[in-house]
């Protein structure tokens, strides 16, 4: 009988759990209309100082999701993956050509506040200059790409093509 109702408590408490599992999802449609507004994504990134001495440490990159106004859509409690890369350029002219790429990583986006250029806090991803692989005869300034992909799969692209690189 023991047994019983301990299998019993156990099957509860499995269920108990699934049901939470499900009911704390935050993708039902409603809670994604914004989604649909985005018409294009944006980038900067600024050399940064992230320790006690007063070097710069490296950049620090920021991204905004926009819509067809350039006004920032405003999202939070969801995670979009972001592809981060840096090519070095050796283009004196506009638009910019990138040339070899030097750095390759992978971030989110959590919340639009944060990761915004709202406030010069935060940021996706800081990149030191060590873990941007360019060589002593690089120009100083370069090209950074993301691609932000959405909730619904769809990907969105940008650049900033006047990254300090080094
Ligand atoms: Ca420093």
Redesign the pocket.
Same mark, same amino acid.
């Given at each position: 009988m023991k047994k019983l109702t301990f299998f019993v408590v156990a099957l509860f408490l499995l269920l108990a759990g699934c049901a939470q599992q499900t009911a704390g999802k935050p993708t039902t449609e409603e809670a994604l209309d914004w989604v649909d507004d985005i018409a294009r994504a944006w980038v900067v990134a600024h050399s940064h100082?992230? #320790?006690?001495?007063?070097? #710069? #440490?490296g950049i620090r990159v920021w991204v905004e999701l926009q819509d067809k106004n350039e006004d920032e859509i405003r999202y939070e409690n969801i995670e979009m993956p972001i592809l981060i890369e840096v090519y070095t350029t050796e283009s004196k002219t506009l638009p910019r050509e990138p040339e070899r790429l030097v750095y390759s990583g992978s971030s989110v986006t959590r919340s639009w506040d944060k990761d915004a250029f709202v406030t010069g806090a935060n940021g996706i991803r800081d990149i030191a200059w060590e873990d941007m692989s360019t060589l002593p005869t690089d120009q100083t300034y370069g090209i950074i790409y993301v691609t932000i992909t959405l909730p619904n799969g769809k990907e969105f692209k940008a650049l900033y093509d006047e990254a300090r690189i080094k």
């Open positions: 100082n992230w #320790d006690s001495d007063a070097e #710069d #440490d």
